[in-house]
């Protein structure tokens, strides 16, 4: 019994240091593509639906499953950590590239927009932090 709790312990230590080490990735973490994403800070009307990107130290999107209209625009907003906005699912004719923020986001506040045009399901990850399970979609109605 107690080398099993210690083997569930030592589990624990193992996956909470490698989070805090993925979590801790600098600016040199990015995908493969370059990013299309613009240098120009975001500036926020009051219209657009907004995106959390690890509030309270999580390493998720919030909302994790969000619905929006054509036409609205998502801010995400990176609370803490480093993080970015992979898409890897969409509606035939958008260009996925075109709409992802491949470079990770450092610093906080709002580090990503788009603006959605065509209906149906968006599905996007964070690189740093897919294998631990950071996974969100933008439904399109």
């Known amino acids: ?13 193992i996956l909470v240091a490698m989070i805090v080490l993925v979590g801790s990735c600098g600016p040199s973490v990015t995908s493969d593509s370059p990013s ?5 800070p975001i500036v926020l009307t009051g ?15 919030a909302p994790e499953d969000l619905s929006v209209s054509v036409g609205d625009t998502v801010v995400w907003d990176n609370i803490s950590g480093s993080h970015d906005v992979v ?7 958008v260009d996925a590239e075109a709409i992802s923020r ?40």
Not at 5 to 13: D, E, G, I, T, W
Not at 36 to 40: F, T
């Open 1 to 13: 019994m107690l080398k099993r709790a210690f083997s569930v312990f030592l589990k624990r230590v």
């Open 36 to 40: 299309p994403a613009s240098d120009e």
């Open 102 to 141: 491949t470079t990770v986001a450092t610093e906080t506040g709002p580090a990503h927009s788009v603006s959605f045009e065509v209906p149906g399901t968006y599905k996007y990850h964070c690189t740093p932090h897919k294998e631990l399970g950071m996974f969100a979609s933008v439904t399109v109605e």
């Open 47 to 61: 219209s657009e639906i907004i995106v959390t990107m690890g509030a309270d130290g999580e390493l998720l999107y």
């Open 87 to 93: 898409f890897g699912t969409v509606p035939d004719g």
